[in-house]
Every structure is written in structure tokens, then in C-alpha cells.
């Protein structure tokens, strides 16, 4: 009896972890997209979330923070275009997706090793330098992974599916997040950083391990063959003209591009209001990003249920609107403990903008030319995220970070209007 028992638990952790022989295709997908959404959770939580943080405990000033934001999104302007006319030659995106996002991530244990040969000032520009062009193989592994994604599963379970993946993203997140912030007031600085960036490096291999189990069709593009190809500065441009083809492309990206800029205003200048005006410890600002994950676990599905209903447009206005509370919610923080309700404001807005942002570009991008139209619009996100900290950071340094905080609130208020320029929901259903 209790073998029986152990192989049936076998056979259940088998089925739970590497999935039914019998399973389909998109089964299969369906799972392992899944497991790379659990497994960049450490990812988030750990080298994104702390490395700015990082640097203001270095002494970094909220210019260079918001350039550490910046620099990625300037290199991926010149990046995306070549980058998805890049993948668009290969037919095997997959591999193209573990190929490229291995060569991108390196730049995590290359920052781990900074401390052990530079000093402070050198250390903050040096990071900025790596993490800004991991960009360039960065632009590649989007551009390919967004092409992969459309084709691992039919439209009718991509919403699902997506919900699903960035809630459970959002679960590990937030527990690494809260793991990594007591681990930091534990360790000396800057072992403790060293760790949690290591630590991400790790759980980034194996959320490409378990991209590179995924199944999809060769992709094809859309011009022949046999066709003479022109010279790369030809394909180049042809690849840029052929991006205003499509109507529907166009107004979402004058719409993401419009709001991403708002958006991306006061990303470098949290961590440094968190370290310098709240005095937060690592611990806190861990507790405040388990509480924003958990909140978005709870907004991606509560928003995924909304999305078909309502429509991505409205459910945009909607969570553009809350989302501009959160820098005004931050800005009236008297202490590092009112971070918490702040986190929840954006955890329950950002997810809702996820959603119907993301879903919004799949259906823009035309059949045979996605990584053509996702390098398109990834580039143009990039110039919004390239000025807006930038912006953010003159700001700052002309009020102050708490006032800059007030103000860029209102202006990301008034820049939901940009979502009127997208369909509505009886166009999205005639789509």
C-alpha cells in the first residue's frame, strides 16, 4: 500500500511539473508559458525592484536613477527596428527568444561583480552603462517572445491565459520582494544586493528554460522567399514605412506612446523618495511590493473578467485614471508605512493597464509581420520611457520630489485622454 501511494504521488507531482504525455500541444504551451511567468517573478521583485534602490543608497542622484530607466528605453529606440526585422528573419522565434534574453541577462552577474572592482561613483555609472545595453539583445528577445506568444495559443485563450500568468507573476513577485527586503537588513551592503541580483540571474535561466519548451509553427513572413532581398539599410527603411500601413497600428501607438510618457515621468524618482524623504528600510519597501503584487494578483483577474465586457478602452480610461492617484497617494505619505495603501493603488491600476494594453497590440499587429509591428511598437515605447523620467527627474530637481510628485499626478489624470484615440467596443468586436 504505501508504495502504491508514493507512485501515485509521483505520478501527481509528475503530471503537476512536467505535464501529461498525452497532453496537447497547446496543453503544454498553456503550462509552460505559466511556469516562465512564476519563474520571472524573482526577476521583478528582485533586480528590478532593487536595483534603483541600490543606487540611491550609493548616493546616486535622482537624474542618474531615472537614467537607469532611461538608458534602456534610449538604446531600444535605435534597437527595436533592427531587432524585430532580426527576428522577422528566422523561423524558429523560440530559440531566438532563449538565445537573445541569455545574452541580455548576463548583465545581471556582470552588476554583481561591480563592487568587487569600483568605487562608489563609478559603480552607480557603470551599472546604468550595463543595464542600459542589455537593451540591445533585449530588443530581440521582445520582439521575438511577443511573435511566439501569438502563435503558442488561439486568441480565445490568450486573455486567460495572460490573467493567469501575470497573476501568478505577480504571487512570486511579491513573495521574493518581501524575501529580498528582510534579507537586505540582514545582510552587510552590498553583499545583500549581490545575493538578491544573483538570485534573479538564476530564476531568469530558468524562466528561459521554460521558454524554450514552448511549441509553435515556423514563422513565415510575409514577403516571398525567393524574393532578392535589398541591402539592410534598405530593408531597414522599408521595414519603418511599412509600420504606418495599418490604421489600427497607428492610433494605439499615438495612444501608448502619449500615455507611456506620463507614465514613465516619476519612475526614478519612488526609490529615491523612499530612501531619502520616507527613510524607508529594504524591509519595508519589500512589504510595499508584496502589497502592490498582491494587488495586482487580485486586478489581473477582477480586470480579465471586466476587459471583454466593458472593452480595453474603457477598462483603460478607467485604470489610467486610478493609476494617476498613485504618485499623489505617495506624495501625502507622512512615513515609510503609508507606502503600503499607495502600492495597492497601483498593483490594482497597473494590472487593468496591462491587460487591455497588451491585448489591444496583439490584435494590431497583422498576421506575418509581428515582429515587424511588436519591434514597431516596442521602439516607440521606448522614446516615451526615454524622456518621460528624464522629465520627471527636471522636475524634481526645480520643485522638489514630493511637489514633483503632485504635479505629475495631475498631468498622468489628463493623459488617459490618449485612450479616446483607440476603438471602442463595438469596433474592437468587428476586429
Not at 535622482?62 to 534597437?79: D, E, M
Not at 519589500?286 to 465586457?309: D, E, I, M, P, S
Not at 499587429?365 to 524622456?387: D, H, K, W, Y
Amino acid at each position: 500500500m504505501y508504495a502504491s501511494f508514493l507512485r501515485r504521488a509521483r505520478a501527481g507531482l509528475a503530471t503537476v511539473f512536467l505535464g501529461r504525455q498525452s497532453a496537447s500541444v497547446e496543453e503544454r504551451n498553456y503550462r509552460n508559458l505559466l511556469f516562465t511567468g512564476a519563474w520571472f517573478g524573482p526577476v521583478d521583485g528582485g533586480i528590478y525592484n532593487f536595483l534603483p534602490v541600490f543606487l540611491a543608497r550609493l548616493g546616486a542622484s535622482p537624474a542618474l536613477v531615472s537614467l537607469l530607466i532611461s538608458g534602456p528605453a534610449l538604446v531600444g529606440i535605435f534597437a527595436y527596428i533592427p531587432g524585430g526585422a532580426y527576428a522577422e528573419r528566422h523561423s524558429d522565434l523560440v530559440r531566438l527568444t532563449v538565445r537573445a534574453g541569455f545574452i541580455a541577462r548576463l548583465a545581471y552577474p556582470l552588476i554583481v561583480l561591480l563592487p568587487l572592482l569600483l568605487n562608489s561613483a563609478d559603480l552607480s555609472i557603470a551599472a546604468v552603462l550595463i543595464w542600459s545595453l542589455s537593451a540591445i539583445p533585449n530588443a530581440v528577445h521582445i520582439s521575438a517572445w511577443i511573435s511566439a506568444m501569438q502563435k503558442a495559443l488561439p486568441p480565445k485563450r490568450r486573455g486567460q491565459l495572460n490573467g493567469t500568468r501575470w497573476a501568478l507573476l505577480s504571487l512570486t513577485a511579491g513573495l521574493a520582494i518581501a524575501l529580498f527586503g528582510w534579507l537586505l537588513d540582514r545582510t552587510p551592503f552590498p553583499g545583500g544586493y549581490q545575493l538578491v541580483f544573483l538570485a534573479s540571474w538564476i530564476a531568469g535561466l530558468m524562466n528561459l528554460y521554460y521558454i524554450g519548451k514552448v511549441q509553435v509553427s515556423p514563422f513565415v513572413p510575409d514577403w516571398p522567399a525567393a524574393t532578392i532581398r535589398p541591402s539592410v539599410g534598405a530593408r531597414i527603411r522599408a521595414f519603418g514605412a511599412s509600420l504606418t500601413e495599418s490604421r489600427e497600428f497607428v492610433r494605439y501607438n499615438v495612444a501608448n506612446l502619449g500615455y507611456r510618457l506620463v507614465l514613465a515621468m516619476p519612475a526614478g524618482l519612488f526609490s529615491v523618495f523612499w530612501v531619502n524623504e520616507l527613510h524607508a528600510t529594504d524591509t519595508w519597501i519589500g512589504l510595499r511590493g508584496t502589497a502592490g503584487y498582491a494587488a495586482l494578483v487580485v486586478g489581473y483577474w477582477f480586470w480579465g473578467q471586466v476587459a471583454n465586457r466593458s472593452g480595453h478602452r474603457r477598462l483603460l480610461l478607467i485604470c489610467g485614471v486610478a493609476q494617476a492617484f498613485y504618485p499623489c497617494v505617495t506624495a501625502l505619505a507622512p512615513s515609510m508605512q503609508w507606502l503600503l495603501p499607495a502600492a495597492v493603488v497601483w498593483g490594482f491600476s497597473m494590472s487593468g493597464l496591462d491587460i487591455g494594453l497588451f491585448d489591444m497590440l496583439l490584435a494590431a499587429c497583422p498576421e506575418g509581420r509581428q515582429p515587424r509591428f511588436a519591434g514597431g511598437a516596442n521602439m516607440l515605447a521606448s522614446v516615451a520611457i526615454t524622456v518621460g523620467p528624464l522629465l520627471g527627474a527636471a522636475l524634481a530637481q526645480g520643485l522638489g520630489t514630493r511637489t514633483a510628485l503632485f504635479v505629475i499626478a495631475g498631468v498622468q489624470a489628463a493623459g488617459t485622454l490618449f485612450f479616446l484615440l483607440l476603438p471602442g467596443r463595438e469596433q474592437e468586436g468587428k476586429a
